[in-house]
């Protein structure tokens, strides 16, 4: 997490912004039944993407294992209690939090501001648009941004672990979204943000969420903004 964070000590950088997993929540069958990919999404609030990142993101319990390498315990599985995936907030117009990258801290529960350039963002977020069919870019991204070396360091041969993880967490935040109300879609976009350099340690990015909300979440009518998927 560190290589994506900026340095803390800048004084122009953002304070980091608390994030937390308390709020409603209904029963997983109902979650499951109003589940759907929406792709015309409007400025959510930081109190509903920093619920999704919390419930979907953050480390119950760590420790490290018999080699000596740090494992953790969340709500996503991962093999060897690695957690190769570090979740990326691309905030366009998220309620109550600046424009920019966020990183999750899933240990201390906060965001912390990206290190990433205004035009790294901006290509990335028109490569998540592009993928999505839509003609500008969602109000916010999650990016799920790997480092395989975590993962590959246990399980040599293991590079499709990394995939398989990708794709259970990426649902994750997509139930996580859709229990709260929040329209989403799964993007299914790689390296948009962090392209794979080849040297096998990343960072590189292996898909995406889009988040807002839908005119059926905020006016309660049916609508033909959701798709089917």
Not at 10 to 35: H, I, K, N, Q, Y
Not at 118 to 141: F, S, T, W, Y
Not at 153 to 166: A, F, Q
Request: one cysteine or more; glycine letters at 10%.
């Amino acid at each position: 997490m560190d290589d994506l964070a900026a340095p803390t000590l800048v004084p122009s950088v953002p304070l980091s912004v608390p994030v937390t997993d308390v709020g409603t929540t209904r029963p997983f069958a109902e979650v499951v039944a109003a589940r759907r990919s929406d792709r015309h999404l409007r400025p959510p609030s930081l109190t509903e993407v920093g619920t999704v990142l919390a419930r979907a993101g953050l480390t119950r319990s760590k420790s490290t294992d018999l080699a000596g390498a740090p494992i953790a315990h969340r709500a996503a599985p991962s093999a060897g209690a690695r957690h190769p995936l570090t979740l990326v907030l691309l905030a366009r117009h998220v309620r109550g939090l600046d424009p920019g990258s966020w990183i999750l801290d899933p240990d201390a529960a906060v965001l912390r501001p990206g290190a990433h350039p205004p035009e790294q963002i901006a290509e990335a977020l028109h490569e998540v648009a592009h993928a999505m069919g839509q003609p500008g870019p969602p109000p916010a991204v999650v990016l799920a941004v790997a480092h395989p070396d975590r993962t590959l360091s246990r399980y040599p041969l293991g590079i499709s672990l990394l995939w398989r993880e990708t794709g259970a967490l990426l649902m994750l935040i997509h139930l996580t979204a859709a229990d709260i109300g929040l329209g989403s879609c799964i993007v299914g976009t790689c390296g948009a943000l962090h392209a794979d350099d080849g040297s096998g340690t990343g960072p590189v990015d292996l898909g995406a969420v889009a988040l807002g909300t839908t005119a059926n979440t905020e006016s309660g009518a049916d609508t033909t903004q959701s798709e089917e998927t």
